[in-house]
């Protein structure tokens, strides 16, 4: 239980860094997570059943990721829809895309994956890989913030006028932010199809939730972006895996990711209160 949880952990690290740079940094709430997850694992489900190399099919699904992020960023900007519209929007185009490309469900028997490179390592072949993409996205990402460019999207949440008044524009930037968070969902959808061996668009349903609650618990230890957001995902899966001991229904799943949301909502609020008392 304890290796299967901290492997999606570390999937769902990805997705709560991505959320974490987009809701926390550049204030903006994008939904469009969801559905870059589920293209994310159709791309990568398909070119996994015609033989692809799983490392293309990771990129390729990044890829598409980014694009969607654009998209996002293309509607809230240029089209002067609202954040949360366009979000919802993005994610039934990709919803339907991802129906077109790999139907409901593709079952990957026999299918090469990038965990077969460290099939010789008994106990960890699948943590080790998905730890080193996970640590590397989130360096990268850190590494981002602090240069110039990073700088210009931070300052996107603490002054939106504020790129305009040193001659940049916002557009830009937020749409770098965009297009990073959701590739980096679409490549956390084509690694949980590669540890899982199968996809399904219904188990992307309410992704966002799960991510949420993941970020809520690493949001108890630190209000920063740091590693802690790693621990946040491992956490709320270990959370989940405790359900199935206890014997709960796995249609109760969701009802249970959304209550802990909530919890944890009302804990933080509690806690910003007492700081500022």
């Known amino acids: 239980m304890i290796i299967e949880s901290i492997e999606l952990g570390l999937i769902f690290g ?13 204030k903006f709430d994008d939904l469009s997570i969801e559905g870059s997850f589920s293209i994310g694992g159709a791309i990568c489900a398909k070119l996994l059943s015609i033989d692809c190399c799983p490392i293309l099919a990771l990129f390729s699904s990044m890829g598409a990721g980014i694009i969607a992020g ?16 366009s979000g919802i929007l993005t994610v ?6 991802s129906l077109v490309i790999a139907t409901s469900n593709i079952a990957l028997l026999n299918t090469r994956t990038i965990f077969d490179l460290f099939e010789s390592i008994p106990i960890a072949n699948k943590i080790i890989p998905l730890g080193l993409i996970t640590i590397i996205c989130f ?21 939106k006028n504020l ?32 540890l899982t061996g199968f996809f399904s668009i219904w188990a ?16 108890l230890f630190t209000n920063k972006m740091n590693i802690s957001i790693l621990a ?3 956490i709320f899966q270990i959370i989940i ?8 229904m796995p249609e109760l799943q969701k009802l249970i990711s959304a209550l802990l949301v909530i919890i944890l909502t009302i804990i933080l609020k509690n806690k910003e209160k007492n700081v500022k008392a």
């Open 14 to 26: 990805l997705l709560i860094t991505g959320t974490w740079l987009t809701s926390k940094i550049i």
């Open 70 to 85: 654009c998209l996002t960023g293309i509607l809230h900007n240029k089209l002067k829809i609202n954040n949360l519209l």
């Open 92 to 97: 039934n185009i990709l919803f339907s895309l």
């Open 139 to 159: 360096s990268a990402v850190k590494k981002l913030l602090s240069t110039e460019i990073g700088l210009c999207i931070q300052s996107i949440g603490e002054n």
């Open 163 to 194: 790129l305009s008044m040193i001659g940049k524009k916002k557009i830009f930037f937020e749409t770098i932010a965009l297009a990073i968070s959701n590739g980096l969902a679409a490549l956390a959808g084509a690694l949980f199809v590669q």
């Open 204 to 219: 992307n349903v309410g992704i966002i939730v799960s991510t949420l609650a993941g970020m809520k618990i690493s949001q």
């Open 232 to 234: 946040g995902g491992i």
């Open 241 to 248: 895996s405790l359900t199935f001991e206890f014997n709960v």
